[in-house]
């Protein structure tokens, strides 16, 4: 059974912490995504990552910024959280030669205070 | 940039009524896949398809590629208050593995 797992379901940290947010895949893929999900906004591309080491700017990367020094584990880095990151964070992987669907993790909420 | 328009955005109907949303884009895909997410927790792949004029069943969920592949149905019979959630339909991986999500329709269905 494939895996996509999000190190927490729920985060309440305050305003100018340092947040991680870790996904791990067990699935030995090749993309992984990182998405945040709002209501009436849908699902917006946060960044993308197609190789360890390797990242690509999504729709919003503006506040945030991405580490993969393995290929199984995909982080996302709030620098200085702010309100206005409160959201729905959601991991997902793909395989690039087999196959298009993403898998997703179980999404993180995060509230920033 | 290939966009994904769904609708309708919500809806709500009874117990044991049946439903048809959509998923519309100009541009052609070669696959469209449909995911369902629960409140408070990630998409779920249902299914994908592939070929123009393709359907596809999932028990009570029928699923439809248009012939063009332009365009997608999920049609729902009897519906039942566990098929509750967000369905999304999405287009292939573009460039470096990038997804178009459509923005997705809410159905609540009320025992």
């Known amino acids: 059974d494939v895996k996509v797992t999000q190190s927490s379901r729920y985060l309440v940290k305050r305003t100018g912490e340092k947040v991680f947010l870790e996904c791990v895949q067990d699935?030995?893929?090749?993309?992984m995504f990182w998405y945040r999900q709002d209501p009436g906004l849908g699902l917006r591309l946060i960044y993308f990552?197609?190789?360890?080491?390797?990242?690509e700017k999504g729709d919003i990367p503006e506040g945030y910024s991405v580490s993969r020094e393995k290929k199984e584990r995909f982080s996302l880095i709030l620098e200085s959280a702010s309100t206005n990151q409160t959201s729905m964070y959601l991991c997902?992987?793909?395989?690039?030669?087999?196959?298009?669907?993403?898998?997703f993790g179980q999404g993180t909420r995060l509230t920033v205070v | 940039t290939q966009l994904l328009e769904q609708s309708p955005q919500f809806l709500s109907i009874q117990e044991g009524e049946n439903l048809t949303v959509y998923c519309n884009s100009s541009s052609v895909f070669s696959s469209l896949q449909w995911y369902r997410q629960e409140p408070g927790e990630g998409p779920v792949l249902l299914v994908t398809v592939v070929t123009g004029g393709e359907v596809k069943k999932l028990k009570r969920l029928t699923f439809q590629f248009g012939d063009a592949r332009k365009d997608s149905s999920l049609h729902i019979t009897a519906a039942q208050p566990g098929d509750t959630g967000l369905y999304l339909c999405?287009?292939?991986?573009?460039?470096?593995?990038?997804?178009?999500f459509g923005d997705g329709t809410t159905l609540t269905v009320k025992p």
């Open positions: 990552s197609y190789d360890v080491k390797m990242k």
């Open positions: 997902a992987s793909s395989s690039f030669y087999r196959g298009t669907e993403a898998f």
């Open positions: 999405a287009g292939p991986p573009t460039n470096a593995g990038k997804s178009t």
């Open positions: 699935m030995d893929h090749e993309n």
